[in-house]
């Protein structure tokens, strides 16, 4: 029997360069196609040189050949961080719709499964809480944030499509806020932002008032319930996350606390729709998949800020 082929869009990101890792310890054979927009060589330098890993620089909005066979396709390529995307709107659009369009198209010519990575911003400002799958949100299509959650609620819309029509074996996986090693540290998100901030003794900059909550999950729990979610049979959309929920402001004490930092607290304008409450409802993915959060965020928060600390000293 030859060993699955697995196509990883965005894997040289942060939480696509951790998927390809996990594929290859399943024994997967695995294709990283990135253009390195918001991902880094640095992410994947420890699988270049695995011969059961290949690498093909090439943006995703443009259609993507490889073969001769591929087993899987998971659709990671998107910029995430709100900076990034609102830096690269019209690339967040294209690779929301073109690249989910073409990857679908790859998945679908070699009769592969297919792994929508989604996102809570589907969900936008939620007027239900914590959000269930059931619930359609609250997203403002004209809005700043409006070019990345728009792009990811049309994949999901797309990807349904091929599974209807074309028969296609897929899943969709909407993610949460998570966190860990190989984040980029000045992509703009909280979790880079304040360690970023603490270990340099500058002030930490909480945006609004701070009351605004979010979930945060460690990246191998995520990781893991990709790999169930790819490996179940379930085609409706799964939420992964961890419902342990906190407002910013707290989150900014967990990281001085935990950093040893006496730096202050900085309020800085609320961004134009920051969902002011965030939570996963997660009973689907324990039922159907027997998923839930393992690691705690003191120790998903440690082995981050001491990757963090390493890129700060050299
Ligand atoms: P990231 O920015 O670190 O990774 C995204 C990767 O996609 C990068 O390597 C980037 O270069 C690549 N990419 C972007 N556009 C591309 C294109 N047109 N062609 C080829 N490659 C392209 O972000 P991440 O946090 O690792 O997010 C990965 C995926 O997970 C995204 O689809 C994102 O929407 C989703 N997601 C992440 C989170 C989170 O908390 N990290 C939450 C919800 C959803
Ligand atoms: N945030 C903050 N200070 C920062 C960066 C972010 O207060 O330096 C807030 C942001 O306004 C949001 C939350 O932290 O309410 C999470 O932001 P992030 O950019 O990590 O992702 P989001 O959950 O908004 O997609």
Redesign the pocket.
């Known amino acids: 029997m030859t060993e699955p082929l697995s196509v990883v869009t965005g894997g040289a990101g942060f939480i696509g360069s951790h998927l390809c890792s996990r594929l290859l310890a399943e024994g997967h054979l695995v294709y990283c196609v990135d253009n390195f927009i918001t991902g880094s060589p640095a992410n994947i330098e420890h699988l270049v040189g695995n011969e059961r890993f290949t690498l093909i620089e090439h943006d995703v909005s443009k259609p993507v050949y490889v073969g001769p066979h591929v087993d899987n396709v998971l659709h990671f390529a998107s910029p995430a961080?709100?900076?990034d995307y609102l830096e690269l709107p019209i690339q967040t659009l294209k690779v929301g719709s073109l690249g989910t369009h073409n990857s679908l198209g790859l998945a679908k010519h070699h009769g592969a499964r297919y792994l929508l990575a989604s996102t809570s911003?589907v969900y936008g400002d939620p007027l239900v809480h914590p959000q269930p799958e059931s619930y359609w949100g609250n997203v403002n299509p004209v809005g700043p944030r409006g070019v990345y959650d728009e792009a990811k609620r049309f994949a999901e819309a797309m990807v349904m499509a091929y599974h209807r029509i074309h028969g296609l074996d897929t899943r969709i996986v909407r993610i949460f806020?998570t966190y860990g090693p190989r984040m980029r540290l000045r992509d703009?998100?909280?979790?880079p932002?304040?360690i970023r901030q603490a270990l340099s003794g500058r002030a930490?900059?909480?945006?609004?008032d701070?009351q605004?909550t979010?979930s945060f999950c460690y990246i191998d729990d995520l990781v893991e319930g990709v790999w169930r979610l790819l490996n179940s049979s379930e085609t409706d959309p799964v939420n992964i996350g961890n419902p342990h929920e906190m407002t910013?402001l707290q989150f900014a004490e967990v990281i001085r606390s935990l950093t040893g930092s006496a730096s202050e607290i900085k309020f800085?304008p609320?961004?134009v729709d920051?969902?002011k409450t965030?939570q996963p409802d997660i009973g689907r993915a324990t039922d159907l998949l027997g998923w839930k959060p393992r690691v705690d965020l003191e120790t998903g928060l440690e082995t981050t800020i001491s990757y963090f600390a390493q890129l700060l000293d050299t």
Do not use: A, H
């Open positions: 961080s709100p900076v911003e806020n703009g998100r909280v979790v932002n304040f930490l900059t909480v945006y609004g701070g605004q979010r910013v800085q609320l961004p920051d969902p965030r």
